[in-house]
């Protein structure tokens, strides 16, 4: 089994993401928080396989925290948004 733990500061989103994983019986969310700083500490203790993170997050970058949770676990790093603002978008020319 895959555990996750998503770090979102929304809870819509949040609960969306859960609502779509909650379909596949080979994931599981083991945790969540919605700042950086709280998300560390829940991956640290978790040790989760994968960590879903949010860009943008109200204490840190989702950069970051990525940084961190490379530097100090095993887990991988997804990192999404839901920003549509073009300094977030890869426009291709």
Do not use: C, W, Y
Not at 56 to 84: A, C, H, W, Y
């Amino acid at each position: 089994m895959l555990k996750i733990v998503i770090v979102e500061p929304s809870t819509f989103t949040l609960l969306g993401i859960k609502s779509a994983i909650s379909q596949s019986p080979d994931i599981e969310v083991t945790g969540d928080a919605s700042s950086g700083k709280i998300g560390f500490k829940l991956i640290e203790q978790m040790n989760p396989d994968v960590v879903l993170v949010d860009l943008l997050l109200p204490d840190m970058s989702g950069l970051e925290l990525t940084r961190s949770i490379k530097r100090k676990t095993n887990s991988k790093v997804v990192i999404f948004t839901n920003q549509t603002h073009e300094d977030f978008i890869n426009k291709a020319s």
